[in-house]
């Protein structure tokens, strides 16, 4: 079989591409250059260079920086602005790699795509689902909640089976060579923010711009450094005079560039509201388990859909509830779809 396989450039993908090979398919390496850091995809393509080079596959490079600026990049910078707290992979994941890419390649033959993501694929009743990864602990699947069914039923997971910490010692033991790759310094959460995503809205909008802190009653209590250096939960980097003890950010008016803060309970809410991005219209009505942040803990909730809307009412209180963020629904440990918190 003909496989795609996106490649980053790191230990996972390149790993990924050593099982491909070693269970008999044609492997076509494509590498997406998302972000306009020069530096950065070519270390990343030396690497995947290599990989294909010493295990013997064909190897593409997609340039997708236009169209990533505008379907994933300058929402990033919108959403910020708006006051809300952006999810850009789990937008980038149906645009770019489950979208633009898996077009391109199965123009070019192939039948399936895989990624280094951990997360696994399980049919149940006649139809593929993302589930959780072995590894739960670096688990994807918040991320992929929206790709289309035609993209479940392509895709390949090689290393959802295995514990992240089983994969580098497997993969050197197996492609010695791999301990000559570069690394890059940074983190690799958001592919193209370097340090601070507050570097990144620098370049764009008035980041730095002193506002009030306002209490629950909407008395003013004290200052912030600019509206957009915050989100829902934060306990710093803002002054509330007199307190004794420690105020968390329970609201932002990006309008005013006012923040409310209060107490850690008033954080807590049993509803949470998102716009529906679901391909799959399977869980009307019924109770599942939610995640309103990528390393929350899953909550039980009856799930009702509005309109456009998902509206999750939560058996337990959830606390730090940030629009913009992803609403994950999970039968279990599969994953059945979602929205943008509102």
Request: aromatic letters at 10%; hydrophobic letters at 35%.
């Amino acid at each position: 079989m003909k496989v795609a396989l996106l490649m980053s450039g790191g230990v996972d993908s390149s790993y990924s591409a050593y099982l491909l090979k070693s269970q008999g398919h044609e492997v076509l390496g494509i590498y997406l250059k998302l972000h306009d850091r020069e530096e950065k995809h070519q270390m990343f393509l030396r690497n995947c260079q290599k990989v294909s080079s010493n295990l013997d596959f064909a190897f593409e490079v997609i340039d997708a920086k236009e169209q990533f600026k505008k379907a994933v990049y300058d929402e990033f910078i919108a959403s910020y602005e708006r006051g809300e707290t952006p999810n850009p992979c789990a937008s980038c994941n149906p645009l770019m790699k489950f979208g633009l890419a898996l077009d391109f390649a199965l123009g070019l033959g192939c039948e399936k795509i895989a990624t280094g993501h951990y997360a696994r694929i399980e049919e149940i009743d006649g139809v593929k689902r993302i589930r959780e990864a072995k590894d739960k602990t670096k688990d994807q699947s918040y991320f992929l909640y929206a790709i289309s069914q035609e993209a479940i039923d392509r895709l390949i997971f090689p290393l959802g089976d295995m514990l992240k910490e089983e994969v580098k010692p497997r993969a050197f033991e197996v492609m010695p060579w791999l301990g000559s790759l570069e690394t890059y310094k940074e983190s690799q959460e958001i592919c193209f923010v370097e340090t601070d995503y507050i570097d990144i809205l620098k370049k764009h909008l008035q980041v730095e711009k002193e506002g009030v802190v306002k209490d629950k009653a909407g008395n003013i209590v004290g200052k912030h450094k600019g509206y957009m250096q915050y989100t829902i939960g934060k306990r710093k980097g803002f002054s509330v005079k007199g307190a004794h003890e420690p105020h968390f950010v329970l609201g932002i008016n990006a309008p005013k560039n006012e923040i409310i803060v209060g107490k850690k309970e008033d954080l807590a809410t049993n509803r949470v509201e998102a716009i529906n991005k679901s391909l799959l219209q399977s869980f009307n009505g019924g109770e599942y388990k939610v995640k309103i942040r990528y390393r929350s803990s899953p909550s039980e909730a009856k799930i009702i859909i509005d309109g456009e809307k998902i509206i999750a009412e939560l058996k337990e209180p959830v606390y730090g509830v940030a629009k913009g963020q992803a609403l994950v629904v999970y039968q279990d440990d599969k994953v059945l779809g979602g929205g943008v918190i509102i």
